[in-house]
């Protein structure tokens, strides 16, 4: 029986040793592990203003979306051709949506995107910034300054105020207000999305989603604050 004790204590210790390497080997795991992704939505606490920001849609929608982009980023291309069309299709032609887009041109990595920012505001002028939006989307690889006359040419804008207004800059303190304001609101990268619900000259309840995300990921949010703006 002695014997017997003994070979149960010898066993029991045999395991505590065992437990403790165990767990060691788990923290050294873990500390050799990425910390995980952050979540696709967040909520974050703000009222973020509109102000005179180019809108699509109704003034007094439901929703707000409000994109942070850069016209020679190829996720905010993709943004722009596979989900925006939908968007417009079931949310911004209906009502329930008004658009927002702001400039967030990565100068460090696009060097053609502040200009071709300046470009829409310019075309903004005679009435056309959303055909320059898309047109500067569609024609990613033809950003620099003198294929944006060729832009302007296309969209039978007049050319002299167009040239004019580019050339002398009118708008590049307006870019750089929003790219402020989009560092204020956690932007780092673009697109990134901001989704809330209207208020007068703003918006609330505001969720933030980064990254170019497939339309039933961005239908499904929409959906969700959709039913929250009726309750």
Known sequence: MEQLRRD?????????????????????????????PPPLVQSIEA????????????????LTV?????????FC????????????????????????FRD????SIHP???????????????GRYWDMHDRLFANQQALAVERLM??????????????????????????RVD???GRKLTVTGTPTLLLGMSADGSMKNVRIMRGAQAYTLLKQELDKLLVESKQ
């Open 8 to 36: 149960v204590e010898a066993m029991q210790q045999s395991q505590d040793a065992l437990r403790k390497d165990l767990d060691e080997l788990k923290k050294q795991l873990q500390a050799r592990m990425p910390p995980p």
């Open 47 to 62: 009222v973020v203003a509109i102000g005179d920001a180019p809108v699509k849609g109704v003034r007094d929608a439901q």
């Open 66 to 74: 409000m994109e942070f982009s850069d016209y020679q980023c190829p």
């Open 77 to 100: 291309k993709r943004h722009a051709d596979n989900s925006l069309p939908q968007i417009d299709k079931d949310y911004i032609a209906t009502g329930k949506v008004r658009y927002v």
């Open 104 to 107: 967030f041109p990565l100068e």
């Open 112 to 126: 053609q995107a502040f200009k071709a920012a300046e470009a829409a505001h310019c075309a903004g002028e005679q």
């Open 150 to 175: 060729d832009h302007a040419a296309s969209l039978q804008l007049d050319a002299a105020p167009f040239k004019q207004c580019l050339d002398g800059g009118k708008y590049a303190e307006r870019i």
């Open 179 to 181: 790219i402020a304001e």
